[in-house]
């Protein structure tokens, strides 16, 4: 993955203003979840949110664009491109997440841990343009994929400080210990 730091629109910088208010008011855990999903949500649709250079993707690997970072470290907000085929380890993360198909479609899978260590698929689902989504840790385990033949762009808030720690993942699950129900698979 790449990180790449950018300068705002004036959109995003309305963007930012409001998340940072949800981020602020809202009670911390599921509450400020839900007030920042409400409030990226209109966003996604504002053609304009991103100049040309936050919508470049790399051929090696999706890419991050650090858009803007609270000045207390209290949330990030990155916007991810995807280029097809493109897709994250299976991960959980640092702190509550909450993700916005801002362009394209992106594929996810969660998972949750038995008792014997393994991973056990519960959910799938594709996410397009204009869909929200939060993660709250524990419990948050997945991957994302642009699974479409078309560039994918989505917008991440972390509850985190992402020019301090660079990425919002805790851990990868890259040992293989993957198992699937009946009824799930692809």
């Known amino acids: 993955m790449t990180i790449t730091v950018t300068r705002a629109t004036r959109g995003l910088t309305a963007l930012v203003s409001d998340l940072d208010r949800a981020v602020r008011e809202a009670a911390p855990g599921r509450d400020t979840v ?4 409400a409030t990226l949500e209109p966003a996604l649709c504002d053609e304009t949110l991103l100049r040309p250079d936050q919508r470049v ?3 090696g690997a999706y890419r991050q664009h650090l858009l803007h970072v ?4 209290a949330f990030s907000l990155v916007a991810l491109v995807w280029l097809p085929g493109q897709a994250t380890p299976i991960h959980d993360h640092l702190s509550w997440c909450v993700v ?5 479609a992106e594929y996810e899978t969660r998972y949750a841990r038995t008792n014997e260590g393994l991973l056990v698929e519960t959910v799938s689902g594709v996410a397009y343009g204009g869909d929200v989504d939060g993660l709250l840790p524990p419990g948050d385990i997945h991957r994302v994929t642009n699974a479409g033949t078309d560039l994918a762009i989505s917008l991440h808030v972390y509850g985190a400080d992402l020019s301090r720690v ?3 993942i805790r851990r990868r699950y890259d040992d293989g210990l993957v198992a699937r129900p009946a009824g799930i698979g692809r």
Do not use: F, L, T
């Not at 839900?34 to 999903?37: E, L």
């Not at 609270?70 to 470290?73: H, I, K, L």
């Not at 916005?100 to 394209?104: F, K, Q, R």
């Open 70 to 73: 609270a000045e207390d470290g």
């Open 100 to 104: 916005g198909v801002h362009e394209g």
């Open 166 to 168: 660079g990425s919002s």
């Open 57 to 59: 993707g790399d051929p």
């Open 34 to 37: 839900d007030a920042v999903s």
